[in-house]
Structure formats: C-alpha cells, structure tokens
C-alpha cells in the first residue's frame, strides 16, 4: 500500500519515506509520520507487553445473537481494498468511521488517504455508523471504552486473505487493538490466523488483545468468517481496563 507524493502526513509534509511498494523508511519519517515515544507510550507499551501478543480476555460474544442481527445487513458488505488483477475474497462493514460515512465508507486506512488527501490517525476516525447502534450483540465490549477509533467488521469468505504485515509498529502508535471473533468457523480447518508466525487457536465469540506491531496474516478456506477489529485509544487507562478484561488474571 503506497503513499503517493501529493499525499500528506498529520504534520502536513510530504510523505517521501515510504517506497512504491509499501516499504518505510523509518529513519527519515522520525518526528513527522513517525513521532518519537513520550512517556505515557513507554509505559502503555510495556504493560501491553506484559500481558503478550494475542491475548484472551474474559468478553464473549454471543455468536448466535450477532449472526440474528447481521442477518439484515447482508447486502451492504463492500470488498476490502479490492486490488486489480488479484482474488481475495475479503469484506467489511464499518461501525466506526469518520463524519458522515456510510457502512461502506472508510474500512482501509489507503481508501481514508485517497478521500481526505493526507494521512491519518486511527483515533481521528471516532464516529459510529447507523451500524454501531443495530448490534446489541457487541456493546458490552464496545462500551467498556469511552471512545473508539475505527472500528470495522471483516468478513473473510473461500479464499479470501491478509498477507503478512504490521499494523503502526512504533512504540509511538495513537491505538491498540482488540480482535474478536464473531462466527463460529475458525478452528484450523476453514480459518486461519497467524500471529508472530505461529498459527494461533482461536475460539468462536472469544475477544482477544493482539500486539498487531507483530507480523500476522490470516486465511480463509470457507464461508462468512467474521472478525471485529476495534482500535483503542491508547492511554493508560484504557490499558487498565485490558488488564481487567484478561480471561487469565
């Protein structure tokens, strides 16, 4: 996923770090697209660390009663990031994007980019969708937070796909994430999620923290695998509260 010259920073540079395919360069983007860590990113950080990469925590989904209200929302997913010339069966539905989106709108950070002309930050795409308030099924995890950034719904179908990759890998990133898994397909036969190159057991309805700055990437081999993916504003407190949700306290 390429920046563009014409595209922008929050700092309001260029963006001329990052090469055509994707790859950054992290030396000449420090203090612009890549601030340097402050002490609140120390000790968020660390404490995450603490608790390890792909996390239980004691939230579960009720799978039955999600499936019951996604049903009517069936013919509003979109293809996520659609590339030219590749098959990657991948949807999403977005429960918080930006001002004015549809559920459509918003689901990759490339897509927000192209709209707005610059880059931003997770926390900056806060605002529910019509979505958020049809599906019951996710506010007790949803509301234990004040305020969320984006925060979509992705549905992997036969042969759909995330290829190996890193999400804000810097110490300095503005959110973490909570994964929860939504159906109930994802044993290692039809789905799969590999976390730090190790293939992970993943139980249906089950959320969980993941450290998202490793690599991962996931498969699909069957049909309607939904995930949520929330980002969390990080903060101390919001960091606490994880350490509250864990399922191994």
Same mark, same amino acid.
């Given at each position: 996923?390429?920046?563009?010259?014409?595209? *922008?920073?929050?700092?309001?540079?260029?963006?001329?770090?990052?090469?055509?395919?994707?790859?950054?360069?992290?030396?000449?983007?420090?203090?612009?697209?890549?601030?340097?860590?402050?002490?609140?990113?120390?000790?968020?950080?660390?404490?995450?660390?603490?608790?390890?990469?792909?996390?239980?925590?004691?939230?579960?989904?009720?799978? =039955?009663?999600?499936?019951?209200?996604?049903?009517?929302?069936?013919?509003?997913?979109?293809?996520?990031?659609?590339?030219?010339?590749?098959?990657?069966?991948?949807?999403?539905?977005?429960?918080?994007?930006?001002?004015?989106?549809?559920?459509?709108?918003?689901?990759?950070?490339?897509?927000?980019?192209?709209?707005?002309?610059?880059?931003?930050?997770?926390?900056?795409?806060?605002?529910?969708?019509?979505?958020?308030?049809? $599906?019951?099924?996710?506010?007790?995890?949803? @509301?234990? *937070?004040?305020?969320?950034?984006?925060? $979509?719904?992705? +549905?992997?179908? +036969?042969?759909?796909?995330?290829?190996?990759?890193?999400?804000?890998?810097?110490?300095?990133?503005?959110?973490?994430?909570?994964?929860?898994?939504?159906?109930?397909?994802?044993?290692?036969?039809?789905?799969?999620?590999?976390?730090?190159?190790?293939?992970?057991?993943? =139980?249906?309805?089950?959320?969980?923290?993941?450290?998202?700055?490793?690599?991962?990437?996931?498969?699909?081999?069957?049909?309607?695998?939904?995930?949520?993916?929330? @980002?969390?504003?990080?903060?101390?407190?919001?960091?606490?509260?994880?350490?509250? $949700?864990?399922?191994?306290?």
């Amino acid at each position: 996923m390429a920046y563009k010259d014409e595209e *922008f920073a929050p700092s309001g540079h260029k963006i001329d770090w990052i090469a055509p395919n994707g790859q950054i360069n992290y030396v000449k983007g420090v203090g612009i697209d890549v601030p340097m860590p402050d002490i609140n990113d120390v000790m968020c950080e660390l404490q995450l660390q603490a608790l390890g990469d792909f996390v239980p925590l004691s939230h579960l989904i009720n799978v =039955q009663d999600f499936k019951r209200e996604i049903k009517a929302w069936d013919d509003k997913w979109v293809p996520y990031l659609r590339t030219e010339g590749v098959t990657n069966d991948r949807e999403g539905l977005m429960l918080i994007g930006m001002e004015g989106d549809t559920v459509g709108d918003s689901l990759s950070m490339p897509e927000i980019r192209k709209r707005v002309g610059r880059k931003l930050l997770e926390s900056e795409i806060n605002v529910p969708t019509e979505l958020y308030d049809a $599906m019951p099924s996710l506010h007790p995890l949803l @509301n234990t *937070f004040d305020v969320l950034g984006r925060t $979509m719904l992705v +549905k992997l179908n +036969k042969g759909g796909w995330f290829p190996p990759h890193r999400d804000h890998p810097v110490l300095s990133r503005d959110c973490f994430r909570i994964v929860a898994f939504c159906s109930e397909n994802t044993d290692h036969s039809t789905f799969e999620w590999e976390h730090d190159y190790t293939r992970r057991s993943i =139980q249906p309805g089950r959320s969980y923290y993941v450290d998202t700055r490793k690599v991962h990437r996931t498969a699909c081999w069957g049909h309607d695998s939904i995930h949520l993916v929330v @980002n969390i504003p990080k903060t101390w407190e919001n960091v606490l509260k994880v350490m509250s $949700m864990t399922q191994h306290y």
